[in-house]
């Protein structure tokens, strides 16, 4: 089986994202056919901001290093960490040449506006044809701006579609329907069920940052037991993201 035939509208794949080597070999080894990168948790281990294309060179050094865990594995390389498609290309061919099995590739940039479509789907074209699945990411809903159908169309050549912070049943089928494409959302603890987002006809279910976040929240509970203490909320992508170095 390879990593497409895992996407199946009505039975979704649950990904699991990584943030280091420990976090990929647990999660291989509790059985998971297919992991994930999450560009937080890189960024967050290697004090660099997210989603600002500063970690090119770690996230190649991560998939490098859990490549052979056994599992197939797929990576957040952002927008591609550059508006060149050349380079783009390279980047995905280099990460295919690790054995890599897809990629997600985002149209948000770090100044709170959409990547231009025309742009991006010269990005997703650059991508294709290293023998990855191209899954391509919308933030519509993240920065609340751009039409989100108009850009699920716009990237109907990729592999996969991503659009995040969709939580709304209705929504989430019409655009499951609107697409040939198997369509990723993220798994929201306070949203709907995989159960639901099944009946939904979604084919794919990131976890994204929860698992690092739930994490960082594991450790200060277990600090806040220690002095008897209420362990505070899980903490949210914005206030880790607000810990970490401002992009410059």
Do not use: C
Request: charged share 20%.
């Amino acid at each position: 089986m390879n990593f497409h035939d895992l996407h199946r509208p009505g039975d979704p794949l649950l990904l699991p994202n990584a943030w280091d080597y420990g976090s990929a070999a647990l999660l291989a080894r509790e059985g998971f056919p297919a992991i994930g990168t999450t560009s937080l948790g890189v960024a967050a281990a290697y004090g660099r901001p997210d989603a600002a294309g500063a970690t090119r060179a770690e996230t190649i050094e991560l998939a490098e290093s859990i490549k052979d865990l056994g599992v197939m594995v797929t990576v957040d390389i952002e927008g591609g960490f550059s508006d060149d498609p050349a380079e783009v290309s390279d980047l995905v061919a280099a990460l295919a040449a690790l054995g890599v099995a897809g990629v997600n590739l985002e149209d948000g940039r770090p100044d709170g506006t959409l990547r231009p479509i025309e742009l991006h789907q010269r990005i997703i074209e650059a991508a294709r044809g290293h023998g990855v699945f191209v899954n391509a990411r919308t933030d519509t809903y993240w920065l609340k701006t751009g039409d989100t159908r108009e850009r699920v169309a716009a990237y109907g050549h990729a592999d996969g579609i991503f659009v995040p912070g969709m939580s709304e049943l209705r929504e989430i089928a019409e655009v499951a329907a609107s697409t040939p494409l198997p369509l990723n959302v993220l798994y929201q603890p306070d949203g709907p069920t995989l159960a639901q987002l099944a009946e939904a006809g979604v084919a794919r279910v990131s976890t994204g940052s929860l698992l690092y976040r739930a994490a960082l929240h594991g450790a200060v509970a277990a600090l806040s037991a220690a002095q008897g203490r209420q362990a505070p909320a899980l903490p949210t992508y914005a206030e880790i993201a607000a810990l970490l170095p401002q992009p410059r």
